[in-house]
């Protein structure tokens, strides 16, 4: 046995079986009917569309689900959330009653013409009475009614909200306990998946009762429902942040042993396009997979990429999490910047994932015995690139920054398979002679020469031949090689290859990439290929000049908790920065978790301002509004305020010589963002 996840759960990995048992109270009132042994997939209106949706909008999602093949992949549950209700939205007599202007003829007739294309319907509801201006609709005191109103109209599954909830004070077990038996009682007999929601009570948004909070649903709810949200939101409308996408799996990976067939914990909606990267959303897309999680897309359907249509229906990924066995992943070693997670599957095979939550790139490995897999030949099926290789017990990556993958493993018999081979991703180890640090993107300007090195590791049984590696960057960038290339890589050993890079002196800033294409030859299947890429590495502006507002210069990047990073006002924008009654024309308004970084290129010597908690959180809390604040130079710290709240703003006066890249960090000081509106008042560099 071996516990994982700080000791909240535990998982045991032998050669055929990964253990994750209910506990006795679950089991002892499971009732819910299995009506879906796996993960159900959809589509969802909120994330994509808010509330602005009509019959005809969603009659177009519908037809697009199918023409787009998200139907036929699995996807074909089309579901209402909030906004399809009428301003008032209960008759006199007690019915539900649809917009009439978006739902002029009901939601019936919608219903059959969703079951029309070969696809089912979901609505939404809360458990909570409605309170007007408090919460949008409310089933709260019609659960019987309201159940067999939404199985008259046809509806396929139900997803219950908890914000009429919360504002009523409702106890969250009792309610969603009479609301699944409600809809398993419905007049006409319908089944009806049941999603149960509470996010608004998870920590994020208040201190609530242990009973209330969305992270204690796991211990009623897989014996009422057919899957349950485990923590908050995992975004705003339109505004996905991958940092909220792990925070949602970590969460969601909490409790394993009550996933079973029918009952999944659901880490909420997938969300591409709407703010990640292509490479954050395949991770998701990955994370949800191996945790057993409904599939439910956000973003509207009808606007997205090729690329991205073809991550949404990638055979092999959807099998995963489609698998019968029905089992979470668990983490095996330790949490951190990098980890490995595995599912077992029903075949006995093992679903890996090698998952970067960094900021640089990685080649990440974990071996087959500790994904409790046993033998001496081991096949590795790439899930997203579909590539097979064997492996002599070795499963390695390489892994861009917050990218992630995803191996289907099992043993491996017959004849030998091609030798697994990973050829690493560029990696920036000096800038000049200053060595870069491992964990962030490349920062580097005009006239910088890079040591660039990458190295090649065969984890198969058999040696591949002749391995070469190329390198190429941006616009003018030469590459000078700075070592041999040996004749053969034996079975179990690597071999590196390092360049020198220099960039024009008039490079413009931006960002740029650094490709390295690895060839070697192999018996039995030739010549072989692979392209790895570091992107971005960033070419930074040029420093700033004189005394300035360091707010008012270009920045590399920058991050905020929610919201979007403010220069000269409060994050959120609208008001100025202002601490304890003291208003400052310039600074940066972030939420924590915050990382806002420059350029200086050793051309400034100091760095003195006023951190603090804005003013605008004074009618507010007294929750959070706590934060941290630390400025760090090439890695190292060089200040930290400590626990900062809202009535202590703290002045700092920084020495900044010799520093290239200056980051300005904004910590939650241990009680998460809530009220965390921060500040870096008058930031001012000297240089």
């Not at 219903?111 to 696809?119: C, E, F, M, N, T």
């Not at 359907?301 to 019968?324: E, H, Y």
Request: some cysteine; proline content about 7%; charged content about 15%.
């Amino acid at each position: 046995m071996k516990r994982l996840l700080g000791g909240v759960l535990a998982a045991a990995l032998t050669a055929g079986v990964l253990a994750a048992t209910s506990t006795g109270a679950v089991a002892a009132q499971a009732t819910a009917p299995v009506l879906s042994p796996t993960p159900y997939m959809g589509w969802n209106t909120y994330y994509g569309l808010g509330g602005d949706f009509t019959e005809d909008t969603i009659k177009s999602v519908a037809d697009s689900l199918v023409s787009r093949g998200l139907a036929k992949a699995g996807y074909d549950i089309v579901w209402l959330d909030g906004g399809w209700q009428a301003d008032q939205s209960r008759s006199d007599a007690g019915d539900l009653v649809p917009n009439p202007a978006k739902f002029p003829n009901g939601l019936k007739p919608l219903v059959d013409y969703i079951h029309s294309k070969g696809l089912r319907a979901g609505i939404y509801t809360d458990a909570g009475p409605y309170i007007p201006g408090r919460c949008g609709l409310g089933s709260g005191g019609h659960y019987q009614h309201d159940a067999d109103t939404f199985a008259a109209w046809g509806f396929d599954a139900v997803k219950v909200d908890y914000l009429c909830g919360i504002a009523a004070n409702l106890d969250p077990k009792t309610a969603y306990t009479e609301f699944a038996q409600a809809l398993r009682n419905n007049a006409s007999h319908r089944p009806m998946i049941f999603n149960l929601c509470n996010p608004v009570t998870s920590p994020d948004w208040g201190n609530y009762p242990e009973s209330q909070q969305s992270i204690n649903s796991w211990s009623y709810a897989p014996a009422i429902a057919q899957s349950w949200r485990t923590y908050t939101d995992v975004g705003f409308q339109g505004d996905i942040k991958f940092k909220d996408v792990l925070r949602n799996y970590d969460a969601n990976a909490r409790h394993p042993e009550v996933v079973k067939p029918g009952a999944f914990s659901d880490p909420d909606y997938l969300a591409p396009e709407l703010g990640m990267t292509d490479e954050e959303f395949r991770t998701q897309l990955t994370l949800w997979a191996v945790a057993a999680a409904p599939l439910v897309i956000g973003s509207d359907v009808r606007k997205l990429s090729a690329t991205t249509i073809g991550m949404l229906t990638d055979p092999d990924v959807i099998a995963i999490n489609q698998d019968k066995a029905a089992v979470q992943a668990v983490r095996v070693g330790a949490a951190g910047t990098t980890e490995t997670w595995v599912k077992r599957l029903a075949d006995g095979s093992r679903a890996v994932v090698l998952l970067n939550r960094g900021d640089s790139a990685q080649t990440l490995t974990t071996t087959a015995s500790a994904v409790g897999l046993s033998g001496d030949r081991f096949r590795l099926k790439n899930a997203w690139t579909d590539k097979v290789t064997e492996s002599g017990g070795v499963i390695s990556a390489a892994v861009p920054a917050h990218g992630s993958a995803l191996f289907r493993v099992s043993t491996a018999t017959g004849v030998p398979g091609a030798p697994h081979v990973t050829a690493g991703i560029p990696q920036v180890t000096k800038v000049g002679t200053d060595p870069q640090p491992g964990d962030a993107a490349p920062v580097v300007a005009g006239g910088d020469e890079l040591t660039v090195q990458v190295a090649v590791r065969n984890d198969g049984l058999q040696p591949v031949f002749a391995p070469s590696v190329r390198i190429a960057g941006g616009t003018g960038w030469t590459v000078t090689p700075l070592s041999k290339a040996p004749g053969l890589i034996e079975g179990g050993q690597q071999a590196t290859f390092a360049f020198t890079v220099k960039l024009p002196a008039g490079a413009p800033p931006g960002t740029a990439s650094l490709t390295a294409t690895t060839t070697y030859q192999t018996v039995r299947f030739g010549l072989q290929r692979q392209t790895t890429v570091l992107a971005p590495v960033v070419v930074a502006p040029v420093p700033p000049s004189g005394v300035v507002p360091l707010s008012h210069h270009a920045w590399i990047s920058a991050t905020s908790g929610w919201m979007s990073p403010t220069i000269d006002q409060s994050v959120g924008g609208g008001n100025p920065i202002k601490l304890t009654g003291t208003t400052y024309p310039t600074g940066i308004g972030v939420a924590s978790p915050s990382l806002i970084r420059y350029y200086v290129g050793k051309a400034c010597s100091r760095l003195t301002g006023t951190v603090g908690i804005d003013d605008v959180v004074s009618n507010v809390g007294p929750e959070g509004g706590t934060s941290t604040f630390q400025v760090v130079g090439d890695g190292k710290v060089l200040y930290d305020s400590g626990v900062v709240d809202r009535f202590t703003p703290k002045q700092f006066d920084v020495g900044l010589t010799g520093v290239r890249v200056l980051d300005l960090l904004v910590g939650d000081a241990g009680d998460g963002g809530y009220n965390d509106r921060a500040d870096w008042a008058a930031p001012t560099a000297t240089c």
